[in-house]
């Protein structure tokens, strides 16, 4: 059994030591940079853009986590959510947890009228694409995600910056 709640600030330490867990599943060990600060911040600051549900088992032990923003549909004409991260522990997979967040999740679009609940997957991780399918998610065929990130954002971005203080 699952029980899902909104993450508090007492849930921050346990956020980030998953989301380390998820950087090495992902074959990213040393790719994290977040800090619980940073974390605190985004999730309960003056004005949270981001949103993070909490998984427990019947005991109130931390099982999993989904991170999660709106997005916007220009020609839905409303918002979607963007599920940043789904993440379940090792030890707890197959207990329903991932299910039971992704159908909250579900639940809270219907409840917004927003038009759908998004995300990405690796694709080497054919458990979870499996899983996805398994709910009834399907790929987006014929798009790819891109990124501008690093030294490619920095070196495009930095020649407008003044542009945009001005």
């Avoid at 853009?49 to 923003?69: D, I, K, S, Y």
Wanted: glycine content about 10%.
């Amino acid at each position: 059994m699952s029980v899902i709640r909104p993450a508090n600030r007492h849930d921050v330490p346990a956020i980030l030591q998953m989301i380390h867990e998820l950087a090495i599943y992902e074959k990213e060990p040393d790719a994290v940079r977040n800090t619980p600060e940073m974390l605190a911040e985004v999730l309960f600051g003056a004005n949270p853009r981001v949103f993070a549900t909490m998984a427990e088992n019947a005991a109130g032990e931390v099982q999993g986590f989904a991170l999660w923003f709106l997005n916007y549909s220009t020609w839905e004409g409303v918002h979607g959510i963007y599920l940043e991260d789904l993440y379940v522990s090792p030890h707890a997979r197959g207990e329903g947890h991932g299910k039971a967040l992704l159908k909250h999740l579900a639940a809270t679009a219907v409840e917004n009228g927003y038009a759908r609940v998004e995300w990405s997957v690796l694709d080497w991780n054919e458990p979870s694409i499996n899983f996805y399918r398994g709910l009834g998610a399907r790929p987006m065929d014929g798009w790819s995600t891109f990124r501008l990130a690093g030294d490619a954002l920095e070196h495009f971005g930095s020649s407008n910056v003044a542009a945009l203080r001005g």
